[in-house]
């Protein structure tokens, strides 16, 4: 997996997780 992907990835789920919280 390239660094990029990851890197991508992880900031995909930062946001997801933000979401929820603001959802919550």
């Not at 997996?1 to 603001?22: C, H, R, V, Y």
């Amino acid at each position: 997996m390239n660094p990029e992907t990851f890197d991508n990835l992880a900031i995909l789920i930062l946001g997801l997780s933000k979401a929820k919280q603001i959802d919550s």
